[in-house]
C-alpha cells in the first residue's frame, strides 16, 4: 500500500507562488510585482533585488543549493546551467550564500550552442536570459539536488528571440489587446485583462526499461523502426479506460505527486487505447504557465519512469500498428473577472458577442490553416496524421448541430431565431438517473472541434511543445478580432453592423465547417472541392512560416519579425533531415549487425538440419523445411539489397548541403528506402526462432509492462 497523501497540503509547495510572496516579500515589493504579473505592467527594476533574496532564503530553507535560469530553446526541450548560490571565499575560508537582483533577472548562455537558424554563428556566442515573472519559479528536486528553477525567456544578442517562450508571450499580449477591444464594443468597461487558457491532454507510451534498453531504435529515435505486430493489438479495445496495473498505477502515483508539489494541477489519468498506452491531463491555465508546466510533465514522466524501471516513450508514433500519441490542446480566452468569451450560454443565437468571436475564429482559422497545420508539425506527427487514429491533414472546424444549426439560419434568412436545446437522456432503467444531454455530440475525427466553451485542437504531436500552436491560435484570433473591431469601432449603427459583419464572415468562411467523419475518403474529395489545403507531411508544411501572409500577421502584432520566421524554417528542415538521418542510420546499424547476422545464424542451422534429415533418410520428405528455407533466403537477399540501397541513398542525402531541398530528399527518397529495409525484416520475425531473434517483440514490449 502506498502512503497517503493529502493533496491540499502538498499542492505548490515547491513553487514560490502567490501565497509564498505575499509572505516573504515587503509590502511594496509584493505590489509591484503582483501588478506586473496581473496586468502586464513594465517590471519595475528596483525590486529584484528584494525578490532575489526572498526566494534564495525559500529556496536555501528547503534545501535548494543552485539555482539555473530554466528555458525553452528551439530545440523543443528545456535547457538549464546550475550555479550554486557560493559566493567567493572570505579571508577566513568561509563563504556566504548570495543571489543577486542582477542574476535573477539576467543569465548569460551560450547562444550559438542552441539552432538558431543562422540568428548566431559560432563566433557570435552571446545570448540572454530573461527572468519571466508571469510563471513561477519553483524548486527541482532529483539526484543532483534541489534546485531553484527560474523561468527564463531566451533571446539573442541582437534581440532575436531564439525560444518557444518569448514569442508565445508577444502573441498573449496581441490577443490580449485586441479581445478587449471587441469586449468594449459590447459595453464591458471592467475587464482589464484577456488571457488565453489552455489544458494539454498528454498521451504516452510505457515499456519496461530493460527491454527498452536491448532495443537500439528506441534508445536513439524513440520509436520502433522495426516490428511484427502481435497476435493481439488494441482490436478488443480492453486497454482504453481499463484497470490500472499495480507496477503502472504506482508510476502514476509518484508522478501526481511531483507535479502536485510544482503547482501543476494533475487532473485525469487513464489508459489509452493502445497496450502500453496512458493519457495525463490536467485542468487549465494561462497559456504561458500551460506551456512551462506541460514541459515539466514531459520531464517528469521520463524521470519518474527511470524509477519504476520502466522507459517513458513520448514519440507520436513509437509502433507501427497500433495507436500513436497525440496532446490535445484545449484553448480558449478568458477575462481576468471569469468571462469566458467561447461561453456561447443557454441561447447562442441571441449571444451577439459570442457569435462574433466564433465568426472570427472560423475565419480565422481558414485563412491561416496553413499556418495551424505547421504548427503541428514535427517528425514523428508525419506518422500519426491522417493514419484513422488522429485528426487527418486536413483543417477543419468541428461546430456540432447547435452551433451550426444557428450559422445555417444566419446565412440563409439573415437570422437566427433558435438554438437546439439537448434534452434529457432516458436511460430505461428505473434506478438509474435521467441525464441532461448536450445540444451537440462529438466528433473525434475533428482537428479542431468546439466542445462546449473551447476548441480542441488535436494535432498537436505528443512530444512536441504547446507553444507553437498556441502562438499561432492566438495570433491569427487577434487579427481576425482588430479586423471587426477596426470596422464595428467606427460604425454609425452598431447593431446593424456587427449583425451584417457576423452573417458576412459566417458564409465567406464556411467551408471550414464540417461535422462530419474526418477519416473517410469522402471527405478528402470534398475538402478538395472546398479549396482546403491537405498538408500531408512536415516538409510540405514548413514553406507556411515564411508566405508574405505570414509574415505580414506576425510582423503587424509583433509576435515574430520576418528574420525570425525564416530562422525557425530553416530550423525545421535542419530538424526533419537529422531526425530521418539518425532513424536511416539506427537501421543500417540494427539491419547489418543485429537483424541479418541472426536469419543468416538461422537459414544455416536449418540448412544443416535439412542436410542431415536428407543424409540419415534420402526418402524423408523435408519440403516444409525447404519451403522456409528458400522463403528466409528469398527475404534475408531482400534485406541485403534494400540495405545496401538505402547506405547509398543516406550517403548522398548526407552529403547535400542543409535546406529544403535536403529535407525533401530525406522524404522523398530516404523514407521510403527505409520502409523497403523494414518490411522484409519484419517479415523474417515471423519466421526466425524466437530464441535467435535479437530483441525485444513489440508483444514483449507492450504487454509485458
Same mark, same amino acid.
Given at each position: 500500500?502506498?502512503?497517503?497523501?493529502?493533496?491540499?497540503?502538498?499542492?505548490?509547495?515547491?513553487?514560490?507562488?502567490?501565497?509564498?510572496?505575499?509572505?516573504?516579500?515587503?509590502?511594496?515589493?509584493?505590489?509591484?510585482?503582483?501588478?506586473?504579473?496581473?496586468?502586464?505592467?513594465?517590471?519595475?527594476?528596483?525590486?529584484?533585488?528584494?525578490?532575489?533574496?526572498?526566494?534564495?532564503?525559500?529556496?536555501?530553507?528547503?534545501?535548494?543549493?543552485?539555482?539555473?535560469?530554466?528555458?525553452?530553446?528551439?530545440?523543443?526541450?528545456?535547457?538549464?546551467?546550475?550555479?550554486?548560490?557560493?559566493?567567493?571565499?572570505?579571508?577566513?575560508?568561509?563563504?556566504?550564500?548570495?543571489?543577486?537582483?542582477?542574476?535573477?533577472?539576467?543569465?548569460?548562455?551560450?547562444?550559438?550552442?542552441?539552432?538558431?537558424?543562422?540568428?548566431?554563428?559560432?563566433?557570435?556566442?552571446?545570448?540572454?536570459?530573461?527572468?519571466?515573472?508571469?510563471?513561477?519559479?519553483?524548486?527541482?528536486?532529483?539526484?543532483?539536488?534541489?534546485?531553484?528553477?527560474?523561468?527564463?525567456?531566451?533571446?539573442?544578442?541582437?534581440?532575436?528571440?531564439?525560444?518557444?517562450?518569448?514569442?508565445?508571450?508577444?502573441?498573449?499580449?496581441?490577443?490580449?489587446?485586441?479581445?478587449?477591444?471587441?469586449?468594449?464594443?459590447?459595453?464591458?468597461?471592467?475587464?482589464?485583462?484577456?488571457?488565453?487558457?489552455?489544458?494539454?491532454?498528454?498521451?504516452?507510451?510505457?515499456?519496461?526499461?530493460?527491454?527498452?534498453?536491448?532495443?537500439?531504435?528506441?534508445?536513439?529515435?524513440?520509436?520502433?523502426?522495426?516490428?511484427?505486430?502481435?497476435?493481439?493489438?488494441?482490436?478488443m479495445d480492453d486497454h482504453y479506460f481499463g484497470t490500472i496495473r499495480e507496477r503502472i498505477g504506482s508510476f502514476?502515483?509518484?508522478?501526481?505527486?511531483?507535479?502536485?508539489?510544482?503547482?501543476?494541477?494533475?487532473?485525469?489519468?487513464?489508459?489509452?487505447?493502445?497496450?502500453?498506452?496512458?493519457?495525463?491531463?490536467?485542468?487549465?491555465?494561462?497559456?504561458?504557465?500551460?506551456?512551462?508546466?506541460?514541459?515539466?510533465?514531459?520531464?517528469?514522466?521520463?524521470?519518474?519512469?527511470?524509477?519504476?524501471?520502466?522507459?517513458?516513450?513520448?514519440?507520436?508514433?513509437?509502433?507501427?500498428?497500433?495507436?500513436?500519441?497525440?496532446?490535445?490542446?484545449?484553448?480558449?480566452?478568458?477575462?481576468?473577472?471569469?468571462?469566458?468569451?467561447?461561453?456561447?450560454?443557454?441561447?447562442?443565437?441571441?449571444?451577439?458577442?459570442?457569435?462574433?468571436?466564433?465568426?472570427?475564429?472560423?475565419?480565422?482559422?481558414?485563412?491561416?490553416?496553413?499556418?495551424?497545420?505547421?504548427?503541428?508539425?514535427?517528425?514523428?506527427?508525419?506518422?500519426?496524421?491522417?493514419?484513422?487514429?488522429?485528426?487527418?491533414?486536413?483543417?477543419?472546424?468541428?461546430?456540432?448541430?447547435?452551433?451550426?444549426?444557428?450559422?445555417?439560419?444566419?446565412?440563409?434568412?439573415?437570422?437566427?431565431?433558435?438554438?437546439?436545446?439537448?434534452?434529457?437522456?432516458?436511460?430505461?432503467?428505473?434506478?438509474?438517473?435521467?441525464?441532461?444531454?448536450?445540444?451537440?455530440?462529438?466528433?473525434?475525427?475533428?482537428?479542431?472541434?468546439?466542445?462546449?466553451?473551447?476548441?480542441?485542437?488535436?494535432?498537436?504531436?505528443?512530444?512536441?511543445?504547446?507553444?507553437?500552436?498556441?502562438?499561432? %491560435?492566438? &495570433?491569427?484570433? #487577434?487579427?481576425?478580432?482588430? +479586423?471587426?473591431?477596426? $470596422?464595428?469601432? @467606427? *460604425? /454609425?449603427?452598431?447593431?446593424?453592423?456587427?449583425?451584417?459583419?457576423?452573417?458576412?464572415?459566417?458564409?465567406?468562411?464556411?467551408?471550414?465547417?464540417?461535422?462530419?467523419?474526418?477519416?473517410?475518403?469522402?471527405?478528402?474529395?470534398?475538402a478538395e472541392k472546398r479549396g482546403l489545403p491537405n498538408i500531408k507531411s512536415m516538409v510540405d508544411s514548413i514553406?507556411? %512560416?515564411? &508566405?508574405?501572409? #505570414?509574415?505580414?500577421?506576425? +510582423?503587424?502584432?509583433? $509576435?515574430?519579425? @520576418? *528574420? /525570425?520566421?525564416?530562422?525557425?524554417?530553416?530550423?525545421?528542415?535542419?530538424?526533419?533531415?537529422?531526425?530521418?538521418?539518425?532513424?536511416?542510420?539506427?537501421?543500417?546499424?540494427?539491419?547489418?549487425?543485429?537483424?541479418?547476422?541472426?536469419?543468416?545464424?538461422?537459414?544455416?542451422?536449418?540448412?544443416?538440419?535439412?542436410?542431415?534429415?536428407?543424409?540419415?533418410?534420402?526418402?524423408?520428405?523435408?519440403?516444409?523445411?525447404? +519451403?522456409?528455407?528458400?522463403?528466409?533466403?528469398?527475404?534475408?537477399?531482400?534485406?541485403?539489397?534494400?540495405?545496401?540501397?538505402?547506405?547509398?541513398?543516406?550517403?548522398?542525402?548526407?552529403?547535400?548541403?542543409?535546406?529544403?531541398?535536403?529535407?525533401?530528399?530525406?522524404?522523398?527518397?530516404?523514407?521510403?528506402?527505409?520502409?523497403?529495409?523494414?518490411?522484409?525484416?519484419?517479415?523474417?520475425?515471423?519466421?526466425?526462432?524466437?530464441?535467435?531473434?535479437?530483441?525485444?517483440?513489440?508483444?514483449?514490449?507492450?504487454?509485458?509492462?
Amino acid at each position: 500500500m502506498s502512503e497517503t497523501v493529502n493533496v491540499a497540503e502538498i499542492f505548490g509547495e515547491n513553487v514560490f507562488n502567490d501565497a509564498v510572496m505575499r509572505e516573504r516579500l515587503p509590502k511594496s515589493v509584493y505590489k509591484k510585482l503582483r501588478k506586473t504579473i496581473v496586468e502586464g505592467t513594465e517590471l519595475d527594476p528596483g525590486i529584484a533585488d528584494s525578490v532575489a533574496q526572498a526566494m534564495k532564503e525559500w529556496a536555501v530553507e528547503r534545501g535548494a543549493t543552485h539555482y539555473t535560469h530554466w528555458f525553452q530553446p528551439l530545440t523543443g526541450v528545456t535547457a538549464e546551467k546550475h550555479d550554486s548560490f557560493i559566493s567567493a571565499p572570505d579571508t577566513t575560508g568561509k563563504v556566504m550564500l548570495e543571489f543577486s537582483g542582477k542574476e535573477l533577472v539576467k543569465g548569460e548562455p551560450d547562444a550559438s550552442s542552441f539552432p538558431s537558424g543562422g540568428l548566431r554563428a559560432t563566433f557570435e556566442a552571446r545570448g540572454y536570459t530573461a527572468w519571466d515573472c508571469t510563471s513561477p519559479a519553483f524548486l527541482k528536486e532529483d539526484a543532483t539536488g534541489v534546485t531553484l528553477c527560474i523561468p527564463t525567456a531566451f533571446c539573442s544578442y541582437t534581440g532575436e528571440a531564439l525560444d518557444k517562450k518569448t514569442p508565445l508571450l508577444r502573441s498573449m499580449q496581441a490577443i490580449d489587446q485586441q479581445a478587449l477591444r471587441i469586449l468594449r464594443l459590447f459595453g464591458n468597461t471592467t475587464s482589464k485583462k484577456v488571457t488565453p487558457s489552455v489544458g494539454p491532454e498528454q498521451e504516452y507510451f510505457l515499456v519496461d526499461r530493460a527491454k527498452y534498453l536491448q532495443r537500439k531504435d528506441l534508445i536513439y529515435t524513440g520509436r520502433t523502426l522495426f516490428g511484427a505486430m502481435p497476435p493481439k493489438g488494441q482490436e478488443m479495445d480492453d486497454h482504453y479506460f481499463g484497470t490500472i496495473r499495480e507496477r503502472i498505477g504506482s508510476f502514476m502515483n509518484e508522478v501526481n505527486k511531483e507535479l502536485w508539489k510544482l503547482g501543476v494541477s494533475a487532473k485525469t489519468q487513464h489508459n489509452e487505447v493502445a497496450p502500453a498506452q496512458h493519457e495525463l491531463a490536467p485542468i487549465y491555465a494561462e497559456a504561458n504557465l500551460a506551456v512551462d508546466h506541460n514541459q515539466m510533465v514531459m520531464e517528469t514522466l521520463k524521470k519518474v519512469a527511470g524509477r519504476h524501471g520502466l522507459a517513458c516513450l513520448l514519440h507520436e508514433k513509437p509502433f507501427a500498428g497500433v495507436n500513436g500519441s497525440g496532446k490535445h490542446n484545449n484553448w480558449s480566452i478568458t477575462t481576468d473577472d471569469g468571462i469566458n468569451m467561447l461561453n456561447p450560454g443557454e441561447t447562442p443565437h441571441e449571444n451577439i458577442q459570442f457569435l462574433l468571436v466564433l465568426a472570427c475564429i472560423l475565419k480565422a482559422v481558414d485563412v491561416h490553416a496553413d499556418l495551424l497545420r505547421q504548427s503541428a508539425a514535427d517528425v514523428g506527427n508525419d506518422h500519426r496524421l491522417g493514419a484513422n487514429e488522429a485528426p487527418p491533414a486536413i483543417i477543419s472546424i468541428f461546430l456540432g448541430e447547435q452551433l451550426e444549426d444557428v450559422i445555417d439560419q444566419l446565412c440563409s434568412t439573415g437570422e437566427a431565431t433558435h438554438s437546439k436545446q439537448g434534452g434529457k437522456l432516458m436511460t430505461g432503467v428505473a434506478t438509474l438517473p435521467d441525464l441532461d444531454k448536450d445540444a451537440t455530440d462529438r466528433n473525434r475525427t475533428s482537428p479542431f472541434a468546439f466542445t462546449g466553451n473551447k476548441f480542441e485542437f488535436r494535432m498537436v504531436g505528443s512530444a512536441d511543445s504547446i507553444s507553437s500552436p498556441n502562438v499561432v %491560435l492566438n &495570433t491569427i484570433v #487577434a487579427e481576425a478580432f482588430k +479586423e471587426a473591431a477596426d $470596422v464595428l469601432e @467606427k *460604425a /454609425e449603427d452598431f447593431d446593424l453592423a456587427v449583425h451584417d459583419m457576423i452573417k458576412e464572415m459566417l458564409a465567406a468562411h464556411k467551408r471550414i465547417i464540417f461535422n462530419g467523419n474526418g477519416y473517410s475518403e469522402a471527405w478528402v474529395e470534398e475538402a478538395e472541392k472546398r479549396g482546403l489545403p491537405n498538408i500531408k507531411s512536415m516538409v510540405d508544411s514548413i514553406p507556411a %512560416l515564411t &508566405t508574405d501572409k #505570414a509574415v505580414k500577421l506576425f +510582423e503587424e502584432f509583433g $509576435v515574430y519579425t @520576418k *528574420a /525570425e520566421l525564416e530562422s525557425r524554417a530553416e530550423i525545421e528542415y535542419e530538424t526533419y533531415s537529422k531526425v530521418i538521418n539518425i532513424e536511416a542510420k539506427t537501421m543500417i546499424d540494427m539491419a547489418g549487425k543485429q537483424f541479418i547476422p541472426a536469419v543468416i545464424k538461422y537459414t544455416t542451422q536449418l540448412a544443416q538440419s535439412v542436410n542431415a534429415v536428407k543424409s540419415a533418410c534420402p526418402v524423408a520428405d523435408v519440403s516444409v523445411q525447404t +519451403e522456409l528455407l528458400t522463403e528466409s533466403s528469398d527475404l534475408l537477399s531482400e534485406a541485403k539489397v534494400a540495405l545496401a540501397n538505402l547506405v547509398e541513398i543516406d550517403n548522398k542525402a548526407c552529403g547535400m548541403e542543409e535546406g529544403r531541398a535536403q529535407a525533401v530528399f530525406y522524404h522523398d527518397q530516404v523514407v521510403p528506402a527505409m520502409a523497403a529495409l523494414r518490411a522484409p525484416i519484419d517479415k523474417l520475425e515471423m519466421i526466425v526462432d524466437k530464441e535467435l531473434w535479437p530483441m525485444p517483440s513489440y508483444g514483449d514490449l507492450i504487454f509485458e509492462v
